[in-house]
C-alpha cells in the first residue's frame, strides 16, 4: 500500500479473474497496482514473478498452494492480501481486502466484483421455466450430494476443495447483482476497463 512505485501484477486478459480481480482491488482501495496485461495463463504469471518481471498475480488460493508450493514453503512467495469473503484457514495473516476498504462504495465494489463473481463462477444453471418445484428437487440432491461423506472422502483423496454455496445463495448474489446502483455499476465498469 505504500509503494512509491506500481507494483506490477500479472494479468490475463480482460473479463479474467487475474486481471479484473486487481483493477477492481486498485479502484476500491486505491493501491499503486500496475496491470501488466496478456499473461496466456498463471503458470506464465509465476514464472515472471520467480524472475522479477512482475511482483506477482491474484487467483485462487486452492490453485497458488498447489502450484506454487515450493516458494510457499521457502518464503519467497507471500500471500499479501485475500480476496474471499472469509479467511482462509492456510492463510490467518493475510488480511481480507474487504476489511481495508474505507468507504461502502468501496467495500461493495469488492464484494460485487469480486467476491460475488468469484462464488458464480462454477455454477449450474437451468433453463428459464423450469418448475420451482424440480429446482428444489435439484438444489437439495446437489447439496446432498456435495455433503455425502463417500463424496467427501473421495474429494479428499483426490485433493479436491469444495467450497458449497447454495442455490438460494447464488439466486440472492444474482439478484444483487441486478440490482446494482447505477452509480456503483459505472464505477466497477470504470475499474474493469
Known amino acids: 500500500m505504500a509503494s512509491k512505485t506500481p507494483v506490477k501484477i500479472g ?8 486481471e479484473d480481480a486487481p483493477k477492481i482491488l486498485q479502484a476500491a482501495l486505491n493501491l499503486p497496482i500496475q496491470v501488466v496485461s496478456g499473461y496466456k495463463g498463471t503458470a506464465d ?9 512482475l511482483a ?11 502450484t506454487w508450493r515450493k516458494g510457499l514453503d ?10 474471499a ?10 488480511p481480507l481486502a474487504i476489511d481495508l476498504a ?5 467495500r461493495k465494489l469488492i464484494q460485487v466484483g469480486i467476491q460475488d463473481q468469484g462464488a458464480i463462477t462454477r455454477l449450474y444453471a437451468l433453463p428459464p421455466g423450469t418448475p420451482k418445484e424440480r429446482v428444489q428437487v435439484l438444489r437439495k440432491a446437489f447439496v446432498d ?9 473421495e474429494a479428499k483423496k483426490s485433493r479436491l476443495e469444495i467450497d ?6 447464488l439466486e440472492k448474489i444474482v439478484q444483487n447483482l441486478f440490482g446494482l446502483d447505477s452509480h456503483l455499476l459505472a464505477r466497477l465498469k470504470e475499474a474493469l476497463k
Open 11 to 18: 494479468g490475463t486478459g480482460r473479463n479474467t479473474a487475474p
Open 102 to 106: 474505507k468507504t461502502e462504495d468501496a
Open 145 to 153: 450430494t456435495i455433503r455425502d461423506p463417500e463424496f467427501v472422502a
Open 74 to 83: 521457502s518464503g519467497d512467495v507471500v500471500v499479501v492480501l485475500q480476496v
Open 164 to 169: 458449497l454455496t447454495t442455490g438460494e445463495e
Open 56 to 66: 506477482g498475480g491474484c487467483w485462487q488460493w486452492e490453485s497458488i498452494k498447489a
Open 85 to 94: 469473503s472469509k479467511p482462509l484457514p492456510d492463510i490467518p495473516k493475510a
Open 45 to 53: 504469471m509465476r514464472l515472471a514473478a520467480e524472475s522479477g518481471e
